[in-house]
């Protein structure tokens, strides 16, 4: 089973940029795919992006209007979310997980949570 560590969280202002990284162990970390959700005080946990076990292929939340990009390095054990042109509707607690399969993105599927990195946007 892969555990999941979220880092890179932090206080920025609208329009800056950011970027979250989920450190993997486990040996089953390159055969899955690997999510990013955030969760906002009083809302529902929300997709935002995924990324294939390879790397070859990722979608998107599409609210987030191409602002967001996911990568990955197996070689590193890690997943990256760089977040740009950040709005104060970004504000949330950012969570990895990870899916045996791809292409899903409700948040049932997923498992192998981390704790979460605080992203807050001041306007």
């Known amino acids: 089973q892969v555990q999941l560590v979220e880092s890179g969280g932090g206080l920025v202002q609208a329009g800056d940029s950011l970027r979250l990284s989920c450190a993997a162990s486990?040996?089953?970390?390159?055969?899955?795919?690997i999510g990013w959700f955030r969760q906002a005080p009083g809302k529902e946990r929300e997709f935002v992006a995924a990324?294939?076990?390879?790397?070859?292929?990722?979608y998107y939340a599409d609210s987030l209007e191409g602002r967001f990009t996911i990568s990955r390095d197996n070689a590193k054990n890690t997943v990256y979310l760089q977040m740009n042109s950040l709005k104060s509707e970004d504000t949330a607690v950012y969570y990895c997980?990870?899916?045996?399969?791809?292409?899903?993105?409700?948040?049932?599927?997923?498992?192998?949570w981390g704790r979460g990195t605080q992203v807050t946007v001041s306007s």
């Open positions: 997980a990870a899916d045996p399969q791809y292409g899903r993105r409700w948040a049932g599927y997923f498992g192998s």
């Open positions: 486990g040996r089953t970390f390159s055969r899955n795919t």
């Open positions: 990324i294939s076990w390879s790397g070859g292929g990722a």
